[in-house]
C-alpha cells in the first residue's frame, strides 16, 4: 500500500525558512517522480515542484522559483522542499504526491494528508 | 485566476447526473495535454478520480467518467450519492509555464 506522510510544518515568521519532508513506503522510491502541491486558506490547488525519480531533473513553479528547492534522499525513502524566504502568501497545505509519466507529462496518482505552513509575525 | 477554468459549484439531487466543466486553451489542453481529475474533501489527502482524460484507477466508481475534446473537458458524476459531495479539480501540463495547472476547483452539493 502506498504511503506518504508529509512533516516538518508550522508557523514561521516573513523571510523565514522551513523545511517540509515527505516519507514514502509501498512503491519502489528511486523510480518516480515526486512533486509537491499546496492549497492555501480558501483557495484551490497549486503545483509546486517536482523532481524526477533519479533527482536529476527538478521544476519549479514561477512563484516558488528561486526560494524553494525541492531535492530526495533514496536511502531514506524521503523528498524534501527547502522552502527560504518565505512570504505570507505561501501560507498553506502542502501536500506531497507520487507522479506518474504518461504521454509527456505527469499527473498525481497518490497524495499525502498534507502539512500546514503558516507564515506570519 | 487559475489557467484552466471549472464553475465554482454545481448541484444535484441524489440519483441525478451532474457535468463539471474545464476550460483551458491551446498552451495546455488544446495543445494535446492530457487532463486528470482529482476528488478532495478538505482535511482529507485528495483521490485521484480520472486520468488521461478518461481512465478510471483501480477502485473508483465507474459512476465517474471524463471526456475531452478540443480546449475542454468534462466530468461526469452519474447516479449521484450523498458521499460524493466534495471538490473536484482538473489538471493538465501548460507549455508556456512549463509547468503543471490546475483548475480552481468546483465544489459538489448533493441536495
Known amino acids: ?121 | 485566476q487559475s489557467v484552466l477554468t471549472q464553475p465554482p459549484s454545481v448541484s444535484g439531487a441524489p440519483g441525478q447526473r451532474v457535468t463539471i466543466s474545464c476550460t483551458g486553451s491551446s498552451s495546455n489542453i488544446g495543445a494535446g495535454y492530457d487532463v486528470h481529475w482529482y476528488q478532495h474533501l478538505p482535511g482529507t489527502a485528495p483521490k485521484l478520480l480520472i486520468y488521461g482524460n478518461n481512465n478510471r484507477p483501480s477502485g473508483v466508481p465507474d459512476r465517474f467518467s471524463g471526456s475531452k475534446s478540443g480546449t475542454s473537458a468534462s466530468l461526469a458524476i452519474t447516479g449521484l450519492q450523498a458521499e460524493d459531495e466534495a471538490d473536484y479539480y482538473c489538471q493538465s501540463y501548460d507549455s508556456s509555464l512549463s509547468g503543471w495547472v490546475f483548475g480552481g476547483g468546483t465544489k459538489l452539493t448533493v441536495l
Not at chain 1, 490547488?45 to 519549479?60: N, P
Not at chain 1, 526560494?67 to 505561501?90: C, G, H, P, W
Open chain 1, 1 to 121: 500500500e502506498v504511503q506518504l506522510v508529509e512533516s516538518g510544518g508550522g508557523l514561521v515568521q516573513p523571510g523565514g525558512s522551513l523545511r517540509l519532508s515527505c516519507a514514502a513506503s509501498g512503491f519502489t522510491f528511486s523510480s518516480y517522480a515526486m512533486s509537491w502541491v499546496r492549497q492555501a486558506p480558501g483557495k484551490g490547488l497549486e503545483w509546486v515542484s517536482t523532481i524526477s525519480g533519479s533527482g536529476g531533473s527538478t521544476y519549479y513553479a514561477d512563484s516558488v522559483k528561486g526560494r524553494f528547492t525541492i531535492s530526495r534522499d533514496k536511502s531514506k525513502n524521503t523528498m524534501y522542499v527547502q522552502m527560504n524566504s518565505l512570504r505570507a502568501e505561501d501560507t498553506a497545505v502542502y501536500y506531497c504526491a507520487k507522479a506518474e509519466f504518461r504521454t509527456g507529462e505527469y499527473y498525481f496518482d497518490y497524495w499525502g494528508q498534507g502539512t500546514l505552513v503558516t507564515v506570519s509575525s
